[in-house]
């Protein structure tokens, strides 16, 4: 029997992982949920301990209607700034959705360029469960990369701060200087680069 859709048709959620930290590229998740397996449990990825996102997440990959990753390059977060590498990777990953969706619900007050209609939602990760999944995906994706990173650079303890500049990780950078995964236009980072 086929689905019957909502009548503003398919809607994405958007969310991206990844704005605050000093390494690494920021990952943008869309997520088209399918109304007739709804998820439960699904919540601000940040709510959620790591054990909890990685077994939401297989569950989305397995029931959703259609989901996409994309990111922006560490070197392109340099060149265009966090905010349009942001919108550059949620705009990549609705352009991947297997299913063109009619509306997206974006995290945020900012919107990417999209074929389609799209709202911003501030918060939306903990209020619209696609969106909320879309997080989780970003999420769960985007620290799977740092521990690539941490497999390469382990000096720096990727595995343990996803490249957020807490105490150990600006340590480490003063330690053993910048990395090719570390983003030169965030000012701890640029600092270290002028000396």
Not at 38 to 64: C, F, M, Q, T, Y
Not at 165 to 194: K, M, Q, Y
Request: net charge positive; charged share 20%.
């Amino acid at each position: 029997m086929p689905r019957l859709l909502p009548p503003e048709g398919l809607v994405c959620g958007v969310d991206e992982a990844g704005r605050g930290p000093l390494a690494g590229p920021v990952v943008a998740a869309a997520v088209i949920l399918d109304p007739s397996y709804p998820i439960e449990g699904l919540d601000d990825s940040k709510k959620l301990s790591a054990k909890r996102r990685a077994a939401l997440a297989i569950k989305i990959r397995h029931h959703a209607l259609a989901w996409a990753i994309a990111e922006a390059t560490v070197e392109e977060i340099d060149l265009i700034n966090i905010l349009q590498a942001s919108l550059l990777a949620m705009r990549r990953a609705v352009e991947l959705l297997g299913t063109p969706p009619h509306h997206a619900l974006i995290d945020g007050n900012h919107c990417p360029q999209l074929p389609c209609t799209a709202q911003g939602i501030i918060g939306g990760d903990g209020k619209i469960a696609s969106i909320a999944a879309a997080s989780i995906l970003a999420k769960t994706s985007r620290d799977a990369d740092m521990l690539k990173l941490h497999a390469q650079y382990p000096h720096y303890g990727f595995n343990r701060h996803m490249g957020y500049p807490t105490v150990a990780h600006l340590e480490a950078l003063r330690e053993h200087g910048v990395c090719p995964a570390h983003r030169r236009s965030f000012a701890p980072v640029a600092r270290l680069l002028r000396r």
